[in-house]
């Protein structure tokens, strides 16, 4: 080849260059990010978008709790004597005021009839002497010592009426009597242990909360039971009361839940599976398919404007198909579900309703793919 051949070829090709140069120089040169430029540039992103709620944290809170009854006691004889009667039977419904167990008292009887006969004779004098004394017949001393016979007598009445009554053990309140070994005959103490007696209309449970929650536990608040020894019955109640003080063993604090027992199915003694709801702060709420991931943590699309906007968010719970998070959403606010990979910030935003789009068809070819 000659040398002007040559230089022909190079003066060619060096053309060639500098045309396609020219031509495809300004599109070589757009931005990187040439979806961002024509979003803003172009037309709006469609997007579906749905409000911001707000919503509580719950907190779910499970221990082992074990019941008593509302109101429960072990009855003891006042005195000590021996039984003339036993008036109950096991797991018997007995009313306040019912007389459960009878000691003997034929001395106390006498004593109620002699302490009334010297109320009546002292009576009898002071009115005697008190008709003397308005003529002078009678000094008033000898009347005023007749108004001190009469008043001792009167106590004396209210001693023995006190020490027969205590020959009775008597129901302090309405409730379910327990078993006893007792039987006519045999001879008590004032220590001596006779019956329990339980009002279990109501229980109260009581199970140990970590002290993580301490404070965020409220009298009134829905607790759920369900018996370890029969996950069949289950019931709920409210919080009753809670401890002022943490167990420095446990790290816990104790609460108290009454449950009502109205089919009498529960017992006290009974150990439970306490289960509690703890509503904490209010949060944002979106669904799950809003969240999105990127180099610095989590966000979400926000729509204000009807420009696209990044909104970081930080994830604080998820409840169901939603999840509850702390960023800069208010109320109300528009937050991205679908069309989200077509957001860029700071983009136009036409929103559309989810009515609005038609799932795509499959091919008929595709039909049965997997077979």
């Known amino acids: 080849m000659s040398v002007l051949r040559q230089i022909f070829v190079v003066g060619l090709l060096a053309a060639l260059v500098v045309g396609g140069w020219t031509f495809a120089g300004p599109m070589l040169s757009e931005p990187g990010d040439s979806g961002e430029t024509r979003s803003r540039g172009g037309s709006p992103a469609a997007a579906v978008v749905t ?106 009445l209210k001693q023995a009426e006190v020490a027969l009554s205590d020959r009775f053990v008597v129901a302090p309140f309405s409730g379910r009597v327990g078993l006893t070994d007792l039987d006519v005959g045999d001879r008590v103490a004032s220590d001596t242990r ?14 140990d909360v970590p002290e993580a929650l301490l404070g965020r536990v409220r009298v009134g608040e829905t607790v759920s039971v369900v018996p370890w020894s029969s996950a069949d019955i289950s019931a709920e109640g409210t919080v009753y009361d809670v401890d002022s003080r943490v167990d420095e063993e446990n790290r816990a604090f104790t609460v108290r839940a009454r449950i009502p027992n109205d089919d009498d199915l529960l017992r006290p003694g009974m150990s439970f599976r306490v289960g509690l709801d703890i509503r904490g702060a209010e949060h944002p709420r979106v669904p799950e398919v809003a969240i999105q991931w990127g180099g610095d943590g989590s966000f979400v699309w926000a729509v204000s404007d009807g420009k696209a906007t990044r909104v970081p968010v930080t994830i604080v719970q998820r409840q169901e198909a939603t999840v509850l998070v702390d960023g800069a959403i208010a109320r109300g606010d528009l937050v991205v579900i679908e069309g989200l990979h077509r957001m860029r910030p700071g983009s136009p935003v036409e929103i559309i309703s989810a009515d609005s789009i038609v799932p795509r068809t499959v091919p008929a070819r595709l039909e049965g793919a997997g077979s």
């Open 194 to 207: 006779i019956a329990t007696l339980d009002d279990r209309s109501t229980l109260l449970v009581r199970f």
């Open 51 to 156: 409000g911001v709620d707000f919503t509580t944290e719950r907190i779910r809170v499970e221990a082992v709790g074990t019941a008593r009854a509302q109101r429960s006691a072990t009855l003891y004889a006042p005195t000590a004597g021996e039984i003339e009667a036993v008036n109950f039977t096991s797991d018997a419904e007995v009313q306040q005021g019912d007389v459960l167990l009878e000691l003997d008292r034929e001395a106390e009887e006498l004593a109620v009839q002699l302490a009334r006969v010297r109320l009546t004779d002292a009576n009898r004098i002071v009115k005697r002497l008190s008709s003397l004394s308005k003529s002078g017949a009678v000094a008033q001393a000898t009347l005023d010592d007749a108004l001190t016979t009469l008043e001792a007598a009167r106590i004396e």
